[in-house]
C-alpha cells in the first residue's frame, strides 16, 4: 500500500475553482490507477474521477464531467484533481484512493476496489 496526502482544499464561491493536490508515498506510484471520491455530511461516499496508471485512460462522474479534470506526474508521485464552476452540491469531502489493478488494466469507479486512501481534504463551495 502506499501513504497518501491530500491538499489545497478550502472554501471558495459558487463558480470559482480550487486545484486538489495529493502525494504518494511508500510505494511505487505508477503501479497505480488513481482515483478521487467525495463524501457529502448524510451521504454516502461517491466516486468523482480516476486515472490509469500510464494516463491512458479516464473517467469521470456525469456530474462534474466538463468542469473536474484529474491529471496525474509520475515524476512527482501526484495526482491533482483541477475543479472549475464549482457549484455549492460539489461541498464534500474529498478523498485519494489507489487502486493496484493487480494486472487490470482498465480503471474501476468502485471504492472496494482503492485499498490506499487519504485523510481526505475539505471543499465548501457557496452559493
Known amino acids: 500500500q502506499v501513504q497518501l496526502v491530500e491538499s489545497g482544499g478550502g472554501f471558495v464561491q459558487a463558480g470559482g475553482s480550487l486545484r486538489l493536490s495529493c502525494a504518494a508515498s511508500?510505494?511505487?506510484?505508477?503501479?497505480?490507477?488513481m482515483g478521487w471520491f467525495r463524501q457529502a455530511p448524510g451521504k454516502e461516499r461517491e466516486f468523482v474521477a480516476a486515472i490509469g496508471r500510464n494516463s491512458s485512460n479516464y473517467a469521470y462522474a456525469n456530474s462534474v464531467k466538463g468542469r473536474f479534470t484529474i491529471v496525474r506526474d509520475n515524476a512527482k508521485n501526484t495526482v491533482y484533481l483541477q475543479m472549475n464552476s464549482l457549484k455549492p452540491e460539489d461541498t464534500a469531502v474529498y478523498y485519494c484512493?489507489?487502486?493496484?489493478?493487480?494486472?487490470?488494466?482498465?480503471?474501476?469507479?468502485?471504492?472496494?476496489?482503492?485499498?490506499?486512501w487519504g485523510q481526505g481534504t475539505q471543499v465548501t463551495v457557496s452559493s
Open positions: 484512493a489507489a487502486d493496484p489493478g493487480f494486472g487490470r488494466v482498465l480503471i474501476t469507479i468502485y471504492p472496494s476496489a482503492y485499498d490506499s
Open positions: 511508500g510505494g511505487t506510484f505508477s503501479n497505480y490507477h
